[in-house]
T-cell receptor, first 109, second 114 residues
């Protein structure tokens, strides 16, 4: 079993829909990251969080440390949000990221 | 700042050849990471450095892979000899622990070994 599991693996939605991507982990962490990778490959850090909730524009990330679970929400989704979203965790006591397998999101106009 | 810089962006080589990938981290960052991304295995950490010192190389697949960081502004990942199964996208990332550990990724090097 992977240390970081994401769901769903693939998600297709219509423009304007509210999107939720989930991430569960099984190890002790110091922080959790949400990354975005567009076709063509570049990886961008969206959020790094260790508790509570963070918001940036239409994106919201939450984390529940007790349940070892995080969610990434996109409100009013747009085709330009189409990308792979990757959850990664900072292993506690080690300066290294462990990655989920990614969620491929497609937003149709 | 220009961000993390990687070169080359694309590399095509033949099996058995030596390949060297290069990375320039963001100035002032004290951590540098090398990752590999494949369709089958996703993103994997190969090795990371702190203040130019290798800290964890447990992700390096085998002795054919080596990484160096001779100074704070330059790192290399070398594969010798290369094999077709090394074909992947290799990312370099850097972070600043004092400023919170967010990792900044380079654009990646797409390696194809024929």
């Amino acid at each position: 079993k992977n240390e970081v599991e994401q769901s769903p693996q693939n998600l297709t939605a219509q423009e304007g829909e509210f999107i939720t991507i989930n991430c569960s982990y099984s190890v002790g962490i110091s922080a959790l990251h949400w990354l975005q990778q567009h076709p063509g490959g570049g990886i961008v850090s969206l959020f790094m969080l260790s508790s509570g909730k963070k918001k940036h524009g239409r994106l919201i990330a939450t984390i529940n440390i007790q349940e070892k679970h995080s969610s990434l929400h996109i409100t009013a989704s747009h085709p330009r949000d189409s990308a792979v979203y990757i959850c990664a965790v900072d292993i506690q006591g080690a300066q290294k990221l462990v990655f989920g397998q990614g969620t491929r999101l497609t937003i149709n106009p | 700042d220009a961000g993390v810089i990687q070169s080359p962006r694309h590399e095509v080589t033949e099996m058995g050849q030596e390949v060297t990938l290069r990375c320039k981290p963001i100035s002032g960052h004290d951590y540098l990471f090398w990752y590999r991304q494949t369709m089958m295995r996703g993103l994997e950490l190969l090795i990371y450095f702190n203040n130019n010192v290798p800290i964890d190389d447990s992700g390096m697949p085998e002795d054919r892979f080596s990484a160096k960081m001779p100074n704070a502004s330059f790192s290399t990942l070398k594969i010798q000899p290369s094999e077709p199964r090394d074909s992947a996208v290799y990312f370099c990332a850097s972070s600043d622990r004092v400023r919170g550990n967010e990792q900044f990724f380079g654009p990646g090097t797409r390696l194809t070994v024929l």
